[in-house]
């Protein structure tokens, strides 16, 4: 990371307004909102973006004004640049001890976010010392407690966190305590960790982090023999998890534990309840094992359910048929059955008996409601045994014999797409028109027509292609519809009909007015080519004239009552967000994080909490979940984003991050507005994001692109979780946007292609298209890849109509 001495710091503090910093000041944790809490008509604190700068007469500035631009390096990631700007404060002499504290807290942060943990754990001493009274000293030592567990001096975190507790009683109990049992194990108190880990996990956590709270307890108490204790751990989980995969794990981690400590009928018992509460799971298939290998009976029928979910197919056709082989009637047989046994039997490649199969329940179980599914069945066979006349053959009987039957429209649709698949698209278009016509109100009658314009588009038949997205006008609905009014307006604009052109892409402006077709509609109509930038930019606002508007547009949409300021926390909300924000400050992040999501997905429903939620979550820096709460307020509503008042909508397309983003779009000539649409997108603002692939950070870069970035950029030192901040997220994402950009001759719909799915593929898109944005979207290939670029471009529509001027 770049170092600033100390003289070059006060000259950039000299050269700094920061009366309107971009980010929140966070000093003690809490954002603007408590000092205003006695002024009913006072603002939120709104970030802004940074002014032009006004050069003071001297480079002493105001110690808070120091300590907010540390607060923004260190917000922005640059830890090092924060801990210098910290040091200021205490180096220039006249601080008061408030800011002081401040600067001595700052710097503590800022070592811990680099791993510099004596380093942290020595400028928290001298806070705790030199200001033992200060608001910062139970955060200190919280803080520095977590600077113990990191050079491995046990005693002194144990100490720290008990006081902690002490000073701040069952604040972050949940959380204190599972550090200090760490740090007992370690110190090899085994009797007295178990005990703190158990008094963790009956403190006050969100579910998720208690779940995993519980699953950790367990474990040590496993390790320790006490396997009825562990058990209990995981019984306490059972009671509250819902998901089925995640509840077979529980129930088998203690069935094993059962097992392992002696207890064979205990853990048989739980196992065989895995098999009747959860056959489809891979847990299932063991616990069959295990209790087969224990001599213990398992109904050959659910063996049979169990091994086929597995994907152990031989095993099910046999005990499907042992089963079948019991039974004393046919009668006793159900058709769920002979679907199973026919699926079974085409999963090992056996076409004729899998046939047969569902023609069993075809002439047999005729009133059944897998009567329609066999029959599909059927077609499926033929069409992954590479018989495609055949399973074309199969669908269209259905639909003619058996009309009434709502898997017909799906047989109609699967026997066109094989025969447009196949090269056959006139073919096709038949039975998209009869789909259409016999079964109207269907989602395979839009499907198919949508098929049925590509088909006649693709072959100059613009004339069937208009008819086509004309039916779809009326059939269709939501971003459906709103696609085909887009066709329409591209194909009578193709025809020299503006006018037609321009009530169509009306139509798509009113049906889904937030969607990519929208985003289009509108620059069509004003002659904007894509991803047009805007003449000049605005990220400063009346921001109390915005709240005044934002709060009147809430009292009328939802006829709230409440007098006086709406934004500030209600007492529940301010109870409830109080252990996430305590969390938050104490750089707890993935904690606080589960504590936020637990509390906004908790009030979706209610629009002035999350209104409230919104503008809190963005005061302390956790724009994820600000972001996720206005977005509630403006679906709440109904309306699109352009729709709702500004105040709001601009939470929902924020410009966080905005000093680093201007930086990087001014190194590349790029669009801020596209980087910040790119952000978005990837990360929701959230720079501790990571996917599948290994991808982090705000931009979402994957490891092997990263570690070329940092070659190119001359990045010292780099480690894949640098991209976890925020300046190094926003510089290799911009690097690499613009390397596309300069790639595809600053086209910029197939940039973002090119950065989603590699420029190889973008390249040859790009060649089917002849370089038309819209039919370069057709010939996307990759669904996800298809969606990622229009999401991205209506994100761009709206943050230009937002920030954009001209």
Not at 304 to 323: C, E, H, K, Q, S
Not at 415 to 431: F, H, I, K, R
Request: glycine share 8%; charged share 20%; with cysteine.
């Amino acid at each position: 990371m770049r170092i600033v001495t100390a003289f070059l710091l006060l000259i950039l503090l000299a050269g700094c307004n920061l009366n309107a910093p971009e980010t929140p000041a966070v000093l003690d944790g809490a954002a603007v909102e408590p000092a205003l809490a006695q002024d009913a008509s006072a603002t939120p604190f709104i970030p802004t973006a940074t002014p032009e700068p006004t050069l003071p007469p001297t480079p002493t500035l105001p110690p808070e004004q120091v300590l907010l631009l540390g607060d923004r390096q260190l917000l922005n990631g640059t830890y090092q640049e924060a801990a210098l700007t910290y040091q200021v404060v205490l180096q220039q002499g006249g601080a008061p001890p408030d800011a002081q504290a401040a600067a001595y807290y700052g710097i503590g942060r800022a070592a811990l976010r680099e791993g510099l943990f004596a380093e942290a754990a020595d400028h928290l001493k001298r806070l705790l010392e030199e200001f033992p009274q200060s608001s910062y000293a139970p955060r200190a030592r919280f803080l520095r407690g977590e600077a113990y567990l990191g050079t491995g001096a046990w005693q002194l975190a144990i100490d720290d966190l008990q006081t902690y507790m002490t000073l701040q009683p069952e604040m972050l109990d949940s959380y204190a305590l599972e550090r200090i049992a760490d740090a007992q194990l370690a110190l090899g108190q085994l009797e007295l960790g178990i005990a703190s880990y158990q008094r963790a996990a009956e403190a006050s956590r969100a579910t998720v982090p208690a779940l995993a709270l519980r699953e950790r307890t367990a474990l040590v108490l496993i390790n320790a023999g006490r396997t009825a204790e562990a058990v209990a751990q995981y019984d306490a989980i059972l009671a509250v998890a819902q998901n089925a995969a995640y509840r077979a794990d529980i129930a088998m981690r203690a069935a094993r534990a059962l097992f392992d400590a002696g207890d064979t009928a205990g853990a048989l018992t739980r196992m065989a309840a895995i098999l009747q509460e959860t056959p489809e799971t891979p847990q299932a298939y063991e616990a069959m094992q295990i209790l087969r290998q224990n001599a213990q009976p398992v109904d050959e029928y659910l063996r049979g359910r169990i091994a086929f979910a597995y994907g152990d197919y031989p095993a099910a056709v046999d005990a499907l048929n042992r089963w079948a082989a019991s039974r004393s009637s046919v009668g006793e047989i159900p058709a769920a059955f002979h679907l199973l046994l026919g699926q079974a039997y085409r999963a090992l490649g056996n076409t004729e008996a899998a046939v047969t199969a569902f023609q069993t329940i075809v002439e047999t179980y005729k009133t059944d409601p897998l009567f329609g599914a066999a029959l599909l069945e059927q077609g499926r066979t033929r069409f992954l045994a590479d018989d495609i006349p055949g399973a074309i053959g199969a669908y269209v009987s259905i639909a003619d014999t058996y009309g009434y039957l709502p898997e017909a429209a799906e047989a109609l649709w699967r026997a066109g797409y094989l025969y447009s698949t196949n090269d056959q698209p006139d073919e096709a278009n038949v039975l998209f028109e009869r789909l259409a016509d016999e079964h109207p109100n269907t989602q395979q009658a839009v499907d198919g027509l949508f098929l049925a314009a590509t088909n006649a588009y693709r072959r100059g038949n613009m004339t069937a292609a208009e008819r086509y997205y004309a039916e779809l006008g009326v059939k269709a609905a939501g971003e459906d519809q709103a696609t085909a009014y887009f066709w329409l307006g591209r194909l009578a604009l193709q025809r020299g009909d503006s006018t037609a052109a321009g009530q169509a892409f009306g139509q798509v402006i009113a049906v889904a007015p937030d969607s990519f077709f929208a985003a289009r509609a509108r620059d069509i109509i004003d002659g904007r080519a894509a991803f047009a930038r805007p003449a000049q930019l605005q990220f400063s606002f009346d921001d109390a004239a915005q709240i005044a508007e934002a709060e009147s547009w809430l009292r009328a949409t939802f006829s709230l009552t409440q007098e006086g300021a709406l934004w500030q926390l209600s007492p529940e909300l301010t109870a409830a967000t109080q252990r996430g924000a305590e969390l938050w400050a104490v750089g707890a992040i993935d904690e606080a994080a589960a504590e936020f999501n637990s509390v906004v997905e908790a009030h979706r429903e209610n629009p002035l909490a999350s209104y409230q939620l919104a503008i809190h979550l963005r005061g302390i820096g956790a724009y994820y979940y600000s972001v996720l709460a206005a977005s509630y307020v403006i679906r709440a509503a109904n309306v699109g984003t352009l729709a709702a008042p500004p105040f709001i909508a601009r939470m929902r397309y924020p410009a966080y991050y905005l000093d680093l983003v201007l930086r990087e779009a001014e190194r590349y000539e790029v669009d801020p507005l596209l980087i910040l649409s790119l952000i978005r997108h990837e990360s929701l603002f959230n720079t501790f994001a990571t996917a599948a692939a290994g991808e982090k950070g705000l931009t979402q870069v994957v490891p092997g692109t990263a570690q070329y970035i940092a070659e190119q950029l001359g990045f010292p030192d780099y480690q894949h979780s640098d991209l976890f901040s925020p300046y190094a997220g926003i510089a290799f994402g911009a690097f690499y946007l613009n390397e596309q950009l300069d790639r595809f001759d600053q086209n910029t719909t197939a940039a973002l292609a090119g950065y989603n799915a590699g420029p190889g593929r973008a390249i040859e898109w790009l060649e089917v298209s002849g370089g038309d944005p819209d039919q370069f979207m057709t010939a996307i290939s990759i669904d996800s890849t298809r969606t990622y670029v229009e999401r991205i471009y209506g994100y761009h529509a709206i943050y230009r109509a937002l920030y954009g001027v001209g």
